[in-house]
Every structure is written in structure tokens, then in C-alpha cells.
T-cell receptor, first 115, second 115 residues
Framework: NAGVTQTPKFRILKIGQSMTLQCTQDMNHNYMYWYRQDPGMGLKLIYYSVGAGITDKGEVPNGYNVSRSTTEDFPLRLELAAPSQTSVYFCASSYSTASVNTEAFFGQGTRLTVV | DQQVKQNSPSLSVQEGRISILNCDYTNSMFDYFLWYKKYPAEGPTFLIS?????DKNEDGRFTVFLNKSAKHLSLHIVPSQPGDSAVYFCAPREMTTDSWGKLQFGAGTQVVVTP
């Protein structure tokens, strides 16, 4: 089991460029999440998904888009990158039903710098 | 509006001694409190949790105490080991969510265990 895999690990973008951060999980988890962590701060939820075809906004969704076409994949799209989006991005997944709940498992993170 | 505060950004402790990490919160809707541990260049990993109906939960060297009336919890690590050197995040979840991944993260406490 690879768990939660994020690519790329590092990326430098120019202002106004766009990119997609990839995330895939092989644990058959129904929930997936994108968090960002700014220096000296805790993680903040950007978007989450409760299953394929369903996504919802978190605390800081502006400037981002997501899609969930399969259970395994949850890409995060940045359109028109801005310096304020310089951060470390974490993808996570968890499993939740009426009778079973797991904690969230996180990927290794993507360090993004916008210059 | 910080709902979760970890007021000590860093903590240095000698190997074998006790590490005490504190977390304060303001939201009465939190029903579970999770602690995550994070090593550099890795994603956070789940460490221990406590339900709001309990005041203590123990797992090996790790014990979490909850004082609901004071909206305060603490994580005790006894004895501290060099491998415990990491950033520790307090991460509560709201009772209105059925997901263990929609969390509010504190800013984290960097623990350094010295020989």
C-alpha cells in the first residue's frame, strides 16, 4: 500500500501561471481533502470530497478548483497563481460510514512557490 | 478567528523527561480532539485522540488530558525519546461533521528532545 501519493513534491510557478497538484490514494477511502500550511500556521482546509462526483468548499477555497471523477484521485487546480498561494499543500484521505471511521492519512506534501 | 491555539511554538526537553504540550480551543462544538505528529518533509501522521466525553486517554508513552470546562487539552509524552522530535498539531473536529478528516489545526508545537 502506497497510501496517499502527491505529485510533484516541489514546484516554482510564475505569477499568473496555472498548475494541477495531483493526489491519489489506494486505500479505497471515500473522503479526500486538500489542506494548505503556511509558515508558522496550522493546516487550513481548502476543499474536500465525500465521494466520487461530490466536492465541497473548505475554509480557504478561493483561487482553487477540484474534481473527483474517481475514488482514487483528487486533483487540485490552481488558476492564475498568486504569491499568496505560496504554501505547502497536503492531500489527505479518510474512510467514514455510519459504523466505521478512520483518521485522516496525509500525503508527503507539495511545496509550491509562486514568484 | 483562531479556534485552536497552541501557544508554545517550541519546546525543548531532555531525553527521558516528560514533554507537555498544551492546546486551547474556543469552539464548544468540538467533540473529538486529535493529535498529529509531523516530521520534516513528511505529511502529518495520527498520534492519539480523545472524545469530549472523556478526560483522559492513554496509549503507551502518550497520554492526552481534556479539561472541557476550561476548553484546554494537553499531550504528555513520558519518557521523551529522540525520535519524538517533531511538530505536534492539536486538531479538533466538530460534532456536526461525520468525517475524521475535516479538522481545525492549531499552529503546532516543535518538540526537540536533547540527549
Amino acid at each position: 500500500n502506497a497510501g496517499v501519493t502527491q505529485t510533484p513534491k516541489f514546484r516554482i510557478l510564475k505569477i499568473g501561471q496555472s498548475m494541477t497538484l495531483q493526489c491519489t490514494q489506494d486505500m479505497n477511502h471515500n473522503y479526500m481533502y486538500w489542506y494548505r500550511q503556511d509558515p508558522g500556521m496550522g493546516l487550513k482546509l481548502i476543499y474536500y470530497s465525500v465521494g466520487a462526483g461530490i466536492t465541497d468548499k473548505g475554509e480557504v477555497p478561493n483561487g482553487y478548483n477540484v474534481s473527483r471523477s474517481t475514488t482514487e484521485d483528487f486533483p487540485l487546480r490552481l488558476e492564475l497563481a498568486a504569491p499568496s498561494q505560496t504554501s505547502v499543500y497536503f492531500c489527505a484521505s479518510s474512510y467514514s460510514t455510519a459504523s466505521v471511521n478512520t483518521e485522516a492519512f496525509f500525503g508527503q506534501g507539495t511545496r509550491l512557490t509562486v514568484v | 478567528d483562531q479556534q485552536v491555539k497552541q501557544n508554545s511554538p517550541s519546546l525543548s526537553v531532555q531525553e527521558g523527561r516528560i514533554s507537555i504540550l498544551n492546546c486551547d480551543y474556543t469552539n464548544s462544538m468540538f467533540d473529538y480532539f486529535l493529535w498529529y505528529k509531523k516530521y520534516p518533509a513528511e505529511g502529518p501522521t495520527f498520534l492519539i485522540s480523545i472524545s469530549s466525553i472523556k478526560d483522559k486517554n492513554e496509549d503507551g508513552r502518550f497520554t492526552v488530558f481534556l479539561n472541557k470546562s476550561a476548553k484546554h487539552l494537553s499531550l504528555h509524552i513520558v519518557p521523551s525519546q529522540p525520535g519524538d522530535s517533531a511538530v505536534y498539531f492539536c486538531a479538533p473536529r466538530e460534532m456536526t461533521t461525520d468525517s475524521w478528516g475535516k479538522l481545525q489545526f492549531g499552529a503546532g508545537t516543535q518538540v526537540v528532545v536533547t540527549p
